[in-house]
């Protein structure tokens, strides 16, 4: 793939990007793979790209029923941390935050990843003792965190509302100095240009309509551009879990429900760190451009639309001006919704499944973008060998059939929180 100058760029640029070549290949599909992973957002496009490199496989195809990264990985808030108390959840998401660490130079695309920290405010002296005790079991497990009082708090982040009067109290914050924020749009397109370079054929506009099967395993996928062939299927399609399989005759135990976010005007630099609040539901950082990214709760309702509804939009902003007065005046620019698949316990299904050469990739919750590279990982390793990963091992769809749960009660109203 050649490289471009900057001056190469500048002339692309006022030339109408004429001669630009395409970052990753528009292949034709072929009748057969070894392995085909529906789905063409973060998780999966991770997942061809760990399978390629790591296990060596080499007929893949990603297939997208519309065009790469247009869900959820490119309609979140690119929060990254790994702030997790319960085994299981714990290791998983500190090797995620590993291979985050090591994601440009591995992927040779810079994806933006900024560990600016993340400041979780505790509104209730309750949450303080709560975060004291996620803070001494992720001590226990080697990842950094402090536990702030309500003067370290007000030192780093001095434009909260501190006063007597404060809806919403500040009594003290969980702080993670490796977390932060990384560019979704180029998670997506650093994954899928260095899956292609490793002959992965991502095919776009192809929408899988059902499952063919052989001999009682699945054999191929019936598409929108006819029948394609593979001994191991995956599916990673965010909040249409429950609609893609169902097809196979899989009833999963994930709801979908509308998660909203929202982006100021730009401002100048204001949020050095993310701020979050557990109870209430709040979460804000300051992107590249200068616009504050802003979000909140669910929407109270399922559905698989990529649109909210108007309480949300009041709620999210009441609570910003309760937080922060100081942005009060800010225009919101534009919101967008993305489709959460929630499983009932709040951790991930990362699994193998009841049909012989499924595999499954669902219900995150509010955790999939800062899962991308563990989730793709440990999926590609549980597609490749038949078996899990140590690190996902916990994460079996047969968990809700045996009741072994990984309630997550994180920093949040509901389970594994932002």
Known sequence: MKEYSGLQIIRHALAGNLGWRRAWRDPGVKREYDVVIIGGGGHGLATAYYLAKNHGIKRIAV???GYLGGGNVGRNTTIVRSNY???????FYDWSMQLW?????????NVMFSQRGQITLANTPDQVDSFARRLNIMKLNGIDCELWSRDQVRKAVPYLDYSDSAR??????????KAGTARHDAVAWGYARAADRLGVDLIQNCEVLGFLYEGGRVSGVNTSRGEIRAGRIGISVAGSSGLVAAMAGLKLPIESHVLQAFVTEPVKPLVDQVIACAHPHFYISQSDKGGLVIGGDLDGYNSYAQRGNFPVVAEVAQLACSLMPCISRLRLLRHWGGIMDMSMDGSPIISTTPISGLYLNAGWCYGGFKATPAAGWTFAHTIATGRPHELNEKFSLGRFRTGAMLNESGAGPNPNAH
């Open 168 to 177: 919403f109290p500040v009594h003290g914050a969980m702080y993670q100095g």
């Open 85 to 91: 108390m319960i085994d299981g959840n714990t290791q």
């Open 101 to 109: 660490e090591g994601l440009s130079q591995e992927l040779n695309y």
């Open 63 to 65: 297939l997208e029923k």
